[in-house]
């Protein structure tokens, strides 16, 4: 029916507004990549965009001597900065983890959880501190991403959110942001996208016709 139809495409044009301002952010995390050499002053840049558009916390980990090594780590809230941090250091070094950052870094693929029970803290880590420290975080869903470069895995990029459930479409955002080359491409194609949501119109959903606000 005609209201069903308005729903549709309100919900495609929120989807593509959503992406559009994906893109725009993967696009300022493009123009931060550009402007400095230094990894810990870029990859600082890069959490702070991420806790400023896209999730409540940011943690880059670099791959090292067989074990990762905390960089960065941002919040939303400066208050609870050291609790994401100490939860971030309290993970133990586990090549072998069935869930977490080195089981991406084992396997170089990311991992969606949504939700963060609490079998899959204790799966990550026995220790009380860290189901206290998630806890306090109140971490709903995660998002765990390897960093790539020249064809290894240099590290990973973990997000975390306290008020939202992850999907797949913030999976292969979170991809995206974790790949340089992707940014470049997104900082390129972003004139065009813009022009192209502007316009955006579902062909399959109808628009509505002699239906008034107040009649939905």
Same mark, same amino acid.
């Given at each position: 029916?005609?209201?069903?139809?308005?729903?549709?495409?309100?919900?495609?044009?929120?989807?593509?507004?959503?992406?559009?301002?994906?893109?725009?952010?993967?696009?300022?995390?493009?123009?931060?990549?550009?402007?400095?050499?230094?990894?810990?002053?870029?990859?600082?840049?890069?959490?702070?965009?991420?806790?400023?558009?896209?999730?409540?916390?940011?943690?880059?980990?670099?791959?090292?001597?067989?074990?990762?090594?905390?960089?960065?780590?941002?919040?939303? $809230? !400066?208050?609870? =900065?050291?609790? &994401?941090? +100490? #939860?971030?250091? %309290?993970?133990?070094?586990?090549?072998?983890?069935? *869930?977490?950052?080195?089981?991406?870094?084992?396997?170089?693929?990311?991992?969606?959880?949504?939700?963060?029970?609490?079998?899959?803290?204790?799966?990550?880590?026995? $220790? !009380?501190?860290? =189901?206290?420290? &998630?806890? +306090? #975080?109140?971490? %709903?869903?995660?998002?765990?991403?390897?960093?790539? *470069?020249?064809?290894?895995?240099?590290?990973?990029?973990?997000?975390?959110?306290?008020?939202?459930?992850?999907?797949?479409?913030?999976?292969?955002?979170?991809?995206?942001?974790?790949?340089?080359?992707?940014? &470049?491409?997104?900082?390129?194609?972003?004139?065009?996208?813009?022009?192209?949501?502007?316009?955006?119109?579902?062909?399959?959903?109808?628009?509505?016709?002699?239906?008034?606000?107040?009649?939905?």
């Amino acid at each position: 029916d005609v209201c069903t139809q308005t729903v549709l495409r309100l919900r495609a044009e929120a989807s593509s507004e959503k992406r559009l301002r994906q893109i725009e952010f993967l696009s300022a995390a493009s123009e931060q990549l550009a402007r400095s050499l230094d990894r810990r002053a870029t990859m600082t840049s890069v959490t702070e965009l991420a806790v400023a558009s896209f999730a409540d916390w940011c943690a880059v980990r670099l791959f090292d001597d067989s074990r990762l090594h905390s960089l960065v780590v941002a919040h939303a $809230d !400066p208050d609870l =900065a050291g609790s &994401a941090h +100490r #939860l971030i250091s %309290r993970l133990p070094v586990d090549l072998d983890a069935a *869930a977490g950052s080195y089981r991406v870094v084992r396997t170089g693929q990311s991992q969606l959880y949504s939700p963060v029970t609490p079998e899959l803290i204790r799966t990550v880590s026995p $220790d !009380p501190e860290v =189901a206290d420290l &998630a806890q +306090r #975080l109140d971490l %709903r869903s995660a998002i765990v991403v390897p960093l790539v *470069a020249r064809g290894r895995i240099t590290g990973t990029m973990t997000m975390g959110s306290s008020t939202r459930l992850f999907t797949d479409e913030d999976l292969t955002f979170a991809e995206d942001l974790a790949r340089p080359g992707r940014l &470049a491409e997104f900082s390129d194609g972003l004139p065009e996208l813009r022009a192209l949501v502007a316009r955006y119109t579902p062909e399959d959903v109808a628009e509505p016709t002699g239906l008034a606000p107040e009649d939905m």
